[in-house]
């Protein structure tokens, strides 16, 4: 099956500075892929859905100045936490489908942040 | 927003034992899928079933949808310890790729 690869799979940063998440479509092109975020022993949560060459969409409540999402090739979105916070903490995980109608879904490996 | 809701929230069963997990969502939808993850990893595929099916198999799996009802049911037959993990359920997103998750059933399986 088709393969998303999420790096870093951990990151543990300082407070005020940013971290950089990337994820890759290995085998297929993804012109649209997704970002979730996951807090412990919950369900996780559309943040914004990458557009390859143009902008980002967010969803409510979800602020774009603080997760700068960039999907600068069919294979590539990153995902920059800025001036990350403690309440930053949390798993990231992206997400991409084969085709345009949107069946079975290639999650990455997600992204454990924890801001110290 | 929140569309699927599983039921129960957690699950602790013994080995051999068959585990049934259920989703309810509100929208319509084109399909349904379950997903597992394992503590603190990414999410496993495990089946997708579609709008006009009922029941689908998947080795000792076993889904059904319910579109009158909004509801799927998941049941995992002859559980193993191998089994403990998160398991949710998503349906359609507004944008047609991304998906609505449900809370998540955590199934946990006795040795």
């Known amino acids: 099956g088709a393969v998303v690869s999420q790096h870093p799979s951990r990151v543990i940063c300082k407070s005020g500075t940013s971290v950089k998440i990337e994820c890759r479509s290995l085998?297929?092109?993804?012109?649209?892929m997704f970002w979730y975020r996951q807090f412990p022993k919950k369900s996780l949560m559309l943040m914004a859905t990458?557009?390859?060459?143009?902008?980002?969409?967010?969803e409510q409540g979800v602020e774009k100045d603080k997760f700068l999402i960039n999907h600068a090739s069919l294979t590539l979105s990153t995902l920059t936490v800025t001036s990350a916070h403690p309440e930053d903490s949390s798993f990231y995980i992206c997400?991409?489908?084969?085709?345009?109608?949107?069946?079975?879904?290639?999650f990455g490996q997600g992204t454990r942040l924890t801001v110290v | 927003s929140q569309q699927g809701e599983e039921d129960p929230q957690a699950l602790s069963i013994q080995e051999g034992e068959n585990a049934t997990m259920n989703c309810s969502y509100k929208?319509?939808?084109?399909?349904l899928q379950w997903y597992r993850q394992n503590s603190g990893r990414g999410l496993v595929h495990l089946i997708l079933?579609?709008?006009?099916?009922r029941e689908k198999h998947s080795g000792r799996l076993r889904v059904t949808l319910d579109t009158s009802k909004k509801s799927s049911s998941l049941l995992i037959t002859a559980s193993r310890a191998a089994d403990t993990a998160s398991y949710f359920c998503?349906?359609?997103?507004?944008?047609?790729?991304?998906?609505?998750f449900g809370p998540g059933t955590r199934l946990s399986v006795l040795p």
């Open positions: 997400s991409a489908t084969l085709g345009s109608m949107g069946t079975e879904a290639f």
């Open positions: 085998d297929f092109q993804a012109t649209t």
């Open positions: 990458s557009n390859e060459g143009s902008k980002a969409t967010y």
């Open positions: 929208t319509s939808i084109n399909n």
């Open positions: 079933i579609r709008s006009n099916e």
């Open positions: 998503a349906t359609d997103g507004s944008y047609g790729q991304n998906f609505v």
